[in-house]
């Protein structure tokens, strides 16, 4: 039997009006700005008028260190919000918007797959409502107005040597990440040692998903520091007279994206920063907005549970309030045996031992969770080469640490095949939980990466040089001590190392670089090999990406 692809699959659906999916949330239709039929931002006046509405339960989706085999965590999120809402619950999925730069690079599309998607996929893995394009500008605009302003006379005394804002664009390119620019002459500016980063790197980026409103957004964007003088002290946006504008370019991204799933059910996408050198959520305002019109909302944080849950609870719900009812990590039979030592070709043999010695990666993961006071449940992301001896043995490493897992077969069977973790989802969502942070806001900002380095990676030490030590100092003094630490570590392991699979422990953290996203709200610190602007592999995914004779596109997932 041929099993259809995804985009056949997408290709297929049955999509409704978008308003009749804004109707199901009690959208009308004015207050929603169409882009075609089957998407649409909802308004900013709009969301204003629920302020005094109750919220609903939030449920987080994450996933196991991700692996060759997969894990599904998307797909994961687009299914539970389809079974809760197969259940009778009135259930909105949040999720981010793909980046071109995995898109056309390693990892290929990101709206969920199988019969449970987002649609249209298409349009969400490119263009989609140009929010990326909008941010990628907003970025571009204060590079060109900071060069600009040294080229014009320079008045703010920005010491050229100690500009921190670099360039993005929307794409994996390695060439670019330290460059040289105002080459050719005088006419052309001050030749200065530059770079770029992807887009989703972009403290732009992270400051539309924490915004609250545009109000909040033009604030932020003027914290932005630009760069420092010779005595050191910080050159802002604002100083720049740049954060109206950069606003007035963000106004519509701002706004959140209402599509559907397969079977008609609401999401909202928007936004896209990555979990590995960024916060890894989807925006506060597309949360905050689907708590007010839902009884449920699915929301995912990226890559695994070490990185995307850490910062969803540690920045995006502490900076925004927000109060988890229940975690979901999403695991599959193919990921743990890869963990336990299984080469990816031989991973449809059974073989539970492995699935036993892999399991540690989702033990250890249950373990950290816990810190924060959420109730997890397991989802078994089910693939056609398990077998029973194997579910069965993750059912009992998850039950050895108080969590139910269970067998989840959406991908094949839509809302069908995921009413079990559902109705898990709805009794652990409707008892008490007790929410909390890792770390207090009060406590120094070298103390919260060691705690989290200890406590969620396991590491045995944290090193730093001297100059980051007493980068972090300087921040401190300036009043910025009490700001949440974002860790940008390799998404495959719990350590720096990407190859260290399972859970190792005792390992030691390198912080070799530190950065200050004051708009943001956050400090940034860089471990590892890794890298904010990503790199093609040997064949990218682009190779594969074409238009058939009829004018479809091809090869994108």
Known sequence: MTVASDIDIARAASKRPIQEIGCKLGIPSESLIPYGHDKAKISAAFI?????????????????????????????????????NRIGKKAVICIREPSLGPCFGVKGGAAGGGYAQVVPMEDINLHFTGDFHAITSAHNLLSALIDNHIYWGNDLEIDTRRISWRRVMDMNDRALRQIVTSLGGAS????????????????????????????DLERRLGAIIVGYRRDKTPVFARDLKADGAM????????????????ENNPALVHGGPFANIAHGCNSVIATKTALKLGDYVVTEAGFGADLGAEKFFDIKCRKAGLKPSAVVIVATVRALKMN????KEDLSHEDVAAVERGAVNLARHLENLAKFGVPAVVAINHFTSDTNAEIAAVKAIAKGFGAEAVLCRHWADGSAGITDL???????????????????????????????????????????????REQLADWERQGYGDLPVCIA???????????????????????????????????????????????????????????????????LF
């Open 48 to 84: 204003q008028s629920l302020a005094e509405r109750p919220d609903g339960k939030l449920i987080l989706v994450t996933a196991i260190n991700p692996t060759p085999a997969g894990e599904g965590k998307t797909t994961t999120t687009v299914g539970l919000g389809d079974g809760l």
């Open 188 to 215: 052309n500016g001050f030749p200065r040692e530059a770079g770029f980063d992807i887009t989703v790197a972009s403290e732009v980026m992270a400051i539309l998903c924490l915004a609250t409103d545009l109000d």
């Open 247 to 262: 606003a007035v370019l963000l106004k519509e991204a701002l706004q959140p994206n209402l599509v559907q799933t397969l």
């Open 340 to 343: 336990g030592g299984v080469a």
């Open 422 to 468: 559902a109705e898990a989802v709805v009794r652990i969502a409707d008892s008490p939980s007790s929410f909390h942070p890792l770390y207090p806001d009060a406590m120094p900002l070298l103390s919260k990466i060691e705690r989290v380095a200890a406590e969620i990676y396991r590491a045995g030490e944290v090193t730093a040089d001297k100059a980051v």
């Open 489 to 555: 570590k390799t998404q495959y392991s719990f350590s720096t190392d990407p190859t260290l699979r399972g859970a190792p422990e005792g390992h030691a953290v390198h912080v070799r670089e530190v950065r200050l996203s004051a708009g943001a709200g956050f400090i940034v610190a860089i471990t590892g090999e890794i890298m904010t602007m990503p790199g093609l592999p040997r064949v990218p995914s682009s190779e594969r990406i074409r238009l058939d004779a009829q004018g479809a596109i091809e090869g």
